[in-house]
């Protein structure tokens, strides 16, 4: 599960530790479900009411959740309270329920209780930052915050500290949002380029790099900042549904705060179609198409070696797509065993047993890694998504007595902390920002100008096929 190490050192000396604080005052140990409180099996926490699970997350004099609790229940909570209000509620039994608010209240106690809700603050702050993007969430923070460190220079600079780390990561991240709205601006058509600037779809990848390692070190970089900026909470929001518990006629989620989410699906998409337009550009010989069916195999291969699985699996969806698929001529003059070998581990049947057994793999060399570049480990995303979609609709959300359902939160929480670690991985390979550049910007054609582009590249070799071509003809070459 994520860590929290930032300032922990200096709380523990003030009186902050870890000892008996993992055992909860309230704890309920029935077996069966009651109507509140919480309920275990063979010691796992299994199910509890809403009110009972926010309890849980509150520490007090004598108890601090678990981390993989509290990741588990801030990541999972948004399905059934919005993050401002699960805050409030918080802040609530932080200050009411022990106290803190009487002006008589014993300066010892704030001091015993102030480190360990600092460090929650702290966990929240530093693994789901997006959620105080909402400046009620802002206010809430720095309202608690300021209670805690009143008196105390100690915890004024843990507190100062803590709100500086995560308004930098709000910063970066409006930042890097703006750079995304840019690249997307100046990706065109290429079908709109090349009628406008014929010579400028001369321009190729193999013109820009012709080393395949040196393109899947570029791809690699690309693949992990665009996973850095995805919160942990976009895997639940993009699957969020009404609470049927919640009285609310609205829909609970105002919107889908899932954009970084849906941009690195994007990027994949991009990455597939770079391919396919790179190898049907209509001006290339049999021979150099099949020179560049090679090349990007070869990237793919360097891909895998890597362990960035996502890029491979957008490079053979690329040369799998039927434009390419039925450039039979091209095919015939390329190599095409390796090609077959990654395919092979790609193969979606099984439930795609063989790439499974390969990310198994990469993920075992990560853990045991000495170096960066063993530690990279980039799973094939669509995937990803749908193990967790599945997980999410295998299983509802709340049991029958009104219980929210913690055990198959404990399940999605342990597949997205895998992620987060995954995304936390620094890229070892130098940048090349022309490569870089040529990668998010370079024009491709859609799907209908990369179908003509395919039969320009090779001609219709049935009626069905000669209609599309002239559909195509007629109504895209037409637009201005």
Not at 1 to 12: A, D, R
Not at 390 to 401: A, D, T
Not at 426 to 451: G, H, M, N, W
Request: net charge positive; hydrophobic share 35%.
């Amino acid at each position: 599960m994520p860590q929290t190490p930032l300032l922990t050192g200096m709380l523990v000396s003030r009186g902050y530790n870890n000892k008996n604080l993992y055992q909860s005052p309230n704890q309920t140990k029935e077996e069966g479900y009651g109507n509140a409180g919480l309920c275990y099996r063979d010691n796992a926490l299994v199910s509890g009411s809403l009110e009972a699970l926010i309890h849980h997350l509150v520490p007090s004099m004598d108890y601090y959740p678990d981390m993989t609790y509290s990741f588990t229940f801030l990541l999972s909570s948004r399905l059934f309270i919005h993050p401002y209000e699960l805050m409030s509620k918080v802040c609530h039994l932080c200050v009411e329920q022990q106290r803190l608010s009487d002006p008589q209240a014993d300066k010892m106690r704030i001091r015993k209780l102030a480190p360990r809700i600092l460090q929650l603050l702290q966990e929240w702050t530093e693994t789901f930052p997006y959620d105080y993007r909402d400046e009620r969430m802002m206010r809430s923070l720095k309202e608690l915050t300021q209670r805690m460190a009143s008196g105390d220079e100690l915890y004024r600079k843990v507190v100062h500290q803590m709100i500086q780390v995560l308004i930098r990561k709000l910063t970066t991240l409006s930042q890097y949002e703006e750079a995304l709205v840019k690249v997307n601006a100046t990706a065109t058509d290429r079908l709109t380029v090349l009628k406008a600037k014929p010579q400028a779809i001369q321009r190729d990848m193999l013109s820009v790099c012709n080393d395949p390692f040196t393109v899947a070190q570029q791809l690699t970089h690309i693949e992990l900042e665009r996973l850095s900026y995805i919160g942990p909470e976009e895997f639940i929001q993009a699957f969020e549904k009404k609470d049927p518990l919640d009285n609310d006629k609205s829909c609970f989620i105002d919107h889908k705060k899932t954009s970084n989410l849906e941009a690195y699906v994007e990027w994949f998409n991009r990455l597939s179609f770079m391919v396919a337009t790179e190898i049907c550009m209509p001006v290339k010989k049999k021979k150099q198409r099949a020179r560049v069916m090679e090349f990007f195999i070869d990237v793919a291969r360097e891909c895998f070696n890597i362990g960035n699985f996502n890029s491979l699996m957008a490079i053979i969806s690329g040369m799998n797509m039927s434009p390419v698929s039925r450039l039979k001529k091209t095919w015939s003059k390329v190599k095409t065993d390796k090609f077959d070998i990654l395919e092979l581990q790609m193969d979606p049947s099984g439930n795609f047993y063989n790439y499974r057994t390969a990310f198994r793999g990469a993920t075992q060399r990560s853990r045991t890694a000495n170096s960066t570049r063993e530690k990279i480990v980039i799973p094939f995303f669509s995937l990803l998504i749908k193990d967790i979609y599945f997980l999410n609709e295998g299983c509802s959300n709340r049991m029958q007595n009104g219980h929210v359902n913690f055990e198959k939160f404990w399940e999605m929480a342990k597949r997205v902390s895998e992620f987060m670690v995954w995304k936390k991985v620094e890229c070892p390979f130098e940048k090349d920002r022309k490569i870089l550049q040529y990668l998010l910007t370079a024009p491709v054609f859609s799907e209908d100008t990369l179908c003509l582009a395919s039969y320009d590249s090779e001609g219709p070799e049935n009626n069905m096929e000669k209609d599309r071509w002239k559909s195509l003809r007629s109504t895209l070459l037409s637009r201005v």
